[in-house]
């Protein structure tokens, strides 16, 4: 992509890349368990949302329950990793549309996440619904992934190739050298 290989000033933010990293990898365990709640039909394990069975905390408890309630705690989880690593690129990093553009969408997939999950419940599990979560999941993932990516890219600079250095006679291999702009 153009925009990939023009050359910028690098991200130099090892803060940014360990919450970037932090969070798709949240963001993908949280899809697993998703998925495993799925395959051991335990969707409606809970069936009322903001609470569970009337209580931030269930009072009863089964393999169903566990895997459901895992789910909803994840997702406050990866809402709050994916809250410090936008706000993080905000503060930071305002001027880097590389940056702000997935960090904002990110917020807004995760917003949208959460209130897919709600109608998931209240309309017990209609499909529709329960597949627009699992595509919006798949965003969050993506753009979570992109936001990481970007935050390693190093600034590509001119790229030269160069005579490789005791090549065998009869061949013409050449290797790449990346030489760095930045300072």
Do not use: K
Not at 13 to 23: E, F, N
Not at 72 to 84: H, K, N
């Amino acid at each position: 992509s153009p925009g990939w290989t023009r050359a910028q000033t690098a991200v130099d933010d090892p803060i940014l890349r360990r919450l970037a990293v932090a969070t798709t990898a949240m963001v993908y365990c949280q899809i697993i368990l998703g998925a495993t709640m799925r395959h051991v039909e335990a969707g409606m394990a809970i069936p009322d949302f903001p609470l569970a069975f009337g209580h931030l905390v269930p009072p009863t408890w089964n393999a169903g329950i566990a895997v459901h309630f895992a789910h909803r705690v994840g997702a406050v989880l990866v809402t709050l990793a994916i809250l410090a690593t936008a706000g993080h690129v905000y503060f930071h990093h305002r001027s880097r549309r590389e940056l702000v553009r997935p960090a904002t969408l990110l917020v807004l997939f995760v917003l949208a996440q959460i209130t897919l999950g709600a109608f998931v419940i209240w309309s017990g599990l209609q499909p529709v619904i329960n597949t627009a979560h699992v595509v919006n999941g798949a965003l969050v993932l993506a753009t979570s992934l992109v936001l990481a990516w970007r935050s390693y890219r190093c600034g590509f600079a001119e790229v030269t190739a160069t005579p490789a250095a005791r090549v065998p006679a009869g061949t013409s291999r050449t290797r790449t050298v990346m030489h760095s702009t930045s300072h």
